[in-house]
């Protein structure tokens, strides 16, 4: 039976899952294509220690946004763009960040079917490009609509075999070349900076860090979403990142996905499908729930999360067949400055402002929530320019600290006014209340 997941409401303590299971789905949201293809990037631009050292930043920023978010999810069993509402956006407000996360993961949608669709045009062939990315589509929408369990399913049985498929045939091509030179020649293409590597490696999960109460709101405890957060990033960014670097040193570009798919038959195609599923699953799952927070609050419509999977999977499918990778840099550089401030305003307002968390801690969803709070929208918006435009220092980093900043000013100058009083939608009882 397809599932909602409590996509408007709080998770029960009888839906929370053992963190192990989230850690994998966590692990194989970060490792895939995309991973290999993004440590190609940098390695193509930079020698491997500095890719190396902009990995260890970037993977130390994701972190801590993510726990941050990640423990606010946990204990309050809420997704980001419903957990927005009181976390200093506003009703209206967490609409704008569903649409926006529900957008961009769409996009990122698009991103994996692509590199999966040419993946196995090129290893099968019978089919176009376009082709591929339809079937593929199609078949995590199907897992999607089922939900997490379904989910979790399939991170057990595709993590595995990624990993273990995909490593054979990187290391027989890595086995061809001296490790020690791979290690200290130079990049082999144009030269990228320290700061424009850590600002893609910001911008590759920032997406994924934003939406992190999405997955932990299943989480029994704050320390399971700690154990899995620090597991799944280090070894997602560290690893398979790493390895993408030594590849694109060792062929001498930047196109390495067929190194890691290079298997021919059956084999190969596993490694594709599992590359697609483990990663693309999440993609449409987050990108249904923003999206049905938004409609809920914008239409006064609730509709079901498994209808929007059918509707996003499609256009998502469509967006990779006509080739949305090719703006795949430009892509992360705008996700790294337009994200850092929405979890940073988030933290602000839960551990330090606690303008409305109070409203929170009655259990079952609070009976009211602000329609909009102008003066977040304002620092968000501000928060990302400071992101784009200041040359001192990282662009990520410089939205998350403007956002967290200039939200607890504004909350101790008194700037933080709801305007207008939403009251929350009735909810089926079973899915109001965290046990």
Not at 374 to 393: E, K, N
């Amino acid at each position: 039976m397809v599932s909602d997941d409590f996509a408007l409401s709080r998770v029960p303590a009888s839906a929370r899952y053992p963190w192990l299971s989230v850690a994998t789905q966590r692990f194989g949201q970060i490792s895939g294509l995309s991973q290999f293809l993004l440590g190609a990037t940098l390695g193509f631009g930079l020698p491997f220690w500095q890719a190396f050292l902009a990995f260890t930043l970037g993977a130390v920023l994701l972190e801590l946004v993510a726990i941050a978010v990640g423990v606010i999810g946990q204990r309050e069993g809420l997704s980001t763009s419903v957990l927005a509402r009181w976390t200093g956006f506003g009703r209206g407000g967490a609409a704008v960040v569903g649409l926006v996360i529900g957008l961009s993961a769409t996009g990122w949608f698009g991103v994996q079917s692509q590199l999966a669709g040419s993946s196995l045009a090129r290893l099968l062939g019978l089919l176009p490009v376009w082709a591929w990315s339809l079937l593929f589509g199609l078949l995590v929408t199907l897992i999607v609509s089922y939900g997490f369990r379904w989910m979790a399913w399939t991170a057990y049985l595709t993590v595995p075999a990624f990993l273990i498929l995909a490593g054979v045939s990187v290391i027989t091509e890595l086995g061809r070349h001296d490790l020690g030179t791979l290690l200290t020649d130079a990049p082999p293409g144009p030269q990228l900076t320290l700061v424009q590597a850590v600002t893609l490696v910001a911008g590759q999960f920032m997406v994924g860090a934003v939406i992190t109460p999405d997955m932990t709101r299943f989480n029994r405890s704050a320390a399971d979403v700690v154990k899995q957060t620090v597991l799944g990033i280090t070894l997602g960014e560290w690893v398979i990142g790493s390895v993408g670097v030594l590849l694109a040193h060792a062929v001498r570009s930047s196109d390495v996905s067929a190194i890691v798919t290079s298997s021919t038959g059956l084999i190969g195609m596993i490694v594709i499908v599992a590359a697609a599923l483990k990663v693309n699953d999440w993609n449409l799952y987050v990108s249904s729930l923003g999206l049905a927070n938004f409609l809920s609050t914008v239409f006064g419509r609730t509709v079901h999360r498994a209808r929007l999977s059918v509707v996003l999977g499609v256009l998502g499918s469509v967006l990779g067949a006509v080739g949305i990778l090719s703006g795949y840099t430009g892509f992360l550089s705008l996700l790294a400055v337009a994200f850092p401030p929405i979890p940073a305003i988030m933290v602000a307002e839960y551990f330090v402002v606690k303008r409305w968390r109070g409203q929170l801690a009655a259990g079952a969803l609070p009976a009211t929530s602000p329609t909009w709070v102008p003066a977040t929208l304002v620092i968000w918006l501000v928060a990302s320019l400071a992101g784009r435009f200041v040359t001192i220092g990282l662009p990520s980093v410089n939205a998350l600290i403007a956002g967290f900043l200039l939200y607890v000013l504004a909350g101790r100058l008194g700037l933080l006014r709801g305007y207008g009083t939403h009251l929350t939608e009735p909810l089926p009882a079973q899915q109001s209340v965290v046990q």
